[in-house]
Nanobody
């Protein structure tokens, strides 16, 4: 059974930092595009960062320069270092693994991030 398990959410103050982690029980992890999404209160789910099979990572404009996504194919993990946090970063953050090659799409359970002003 495939699982994506996120950890590291919590409460931060304006300007603070948090680090999210996602551990994937995936075979052929390197074939997956790994991404972080978030869904804020009353908002649609949006893409935060995506790494396509170990290549460069793309970020949404709203987090560019503040968030950094890392990927470790050996450990089958991805992380999201979030710095200079703002109240508008408050959301449930989801880890996503998608492989057009395999035809698979998996989501984690989500982890809450709350930023207070």
């Amino acid at each position: 059974q495939v699982q994506l398990v996120e950890s590291g959410g919590g409460l931060a103050h304006l300007g603070g930092s948090l680090r999210l982690s996602c551990e994937a029980s995936l075979s052929e992890f390197s074939l997956y595009n790994m991404a972080w999404y978030r869904q804020g209160p009353g908002k649609e789910r949006e893409l935060v960062a995506i790494n396509v099979r170990g290549g460069p990572t793309d970020y949404s404009e709203s987090v560019e320069g503040r968030f950094t996504m890392s990927r470790d194919n050996t450990k089958k993990t991805v992380s999201l270092q979030m710095n200079s946090l703002r109240p508008e970063d408050t959301a449930v953050y989801y880890c996503n693994a998608r492989s057009p090659i395999i035809g698979a799409d998996y989501w984690g359970q989500g982890t809450q991030v709350t930023v207070s002003s």
